[in-house]
């Protein structure tokens, strides 16, 4: 499995690619913007993407659905169903940001719990971790983990956003938790990290701080669980 990403947009959202090496099957994780760049990922991969996938719906995950569409007519974009407000509301939201947005077409395929999706060898299961919006999910393979806006490399999601669930969201990030320490994660903004470093240096998962809104700390882990 190739992964591959382009950092988009003036959220610096990560875009991934990822490519079966053996069957050169492809997928884009969150077009967030900058469709052009996007495209050139793609091409420089020599790869046809066979699908979307959203990890939620937020504007700087999604700003380059529509551009990613022209490129590549009738692929599908996955997205889960309590996410569809979220996306409804991506133009609202960009225009209070005043930032230039294209509103795309709903999603037309939906996600949930326990999907398994299959890019040649692979295998992705679908967590749905909610909280940081409500449709928000994690697709999980072997060893890695595309987390969206859960776990970034010493800080974690916001959650003072329309739709948020701070309480949600602290019970996604103990699951997230569960995972093995070694397990890498992707995330939507900032460079990869592991579980094992963040369980044991992010202050949001350590105790030390909480997630805003919210009245108990993330419950901590064993370590190695
Ligand atoms: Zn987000
Ligand atoms: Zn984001």
Redesign the pocket.
């Known amino acids: 499995m190739i992964v591959d990403s382009v950092t988009v947009g003036p959220f610096e959202e990560n875009c991934y690619l990822i490519v079966d090496e053996r069957s050169r099957d492809a997928v884009l994780i969150d077009p967030g913007d900058d469709g052009d760049r996007i495209v050139a990922l793609v091409a420089r991969h020599g790869v046809t993407p066979t699908a979307v996938w959203l990890t939620?719906a937020?504007l700087?995950?999604i700003g380059a659905v529509s551009a990613v569409r022209r490129e590549w007519p009738g692929i599908p974009v996955f997205l889960h169903p309590l996410d569809a407000p979220v996306y409804s509301f991506a133009a609202v939201a960009a225009k209070k940001y005043g930032i230039p947005f294209e509103q795309p077409d709903a999603a037309d395929r939906t996600l949930a719990e326990g999907d398994v999706l299959t890019l040649g060898v692979s295998q992705f299961t679908v967590w749905h971790v909610p909280g940081?919006?409500p449709g928000h999910v994690a697709f999980m393979t072997d060893g890695v983990v595309f987390g969206?806006?859960c776990i970034f490399a010493g800080s974690v999601?916001?959650t003072d956003l329309p739709l948020c669930s701070p309480g949600d969201f602290v019970r996604s990030l103990e699951r997230l938790l569960g995972l093995a320490d070694a397990t890498v994660v992707r995330p939507?903004h900032g460079p990869p990290t592991t579980i094992g470093r963040e369980r044991t240096s992010n202050p949001f998962l350590t105790g030390e701080l909480r997630v805003p809104g919210t009245a108990r700390a993330v419950a901590p882990v064993p370590l190695g669980q």
Do not use: V
Request: glycine share 28%; proline share 0%; net charge negative.
């Open positions: 939620h937020h700087d995950h940081h919006a969206g806006d999601g916001r939507g």
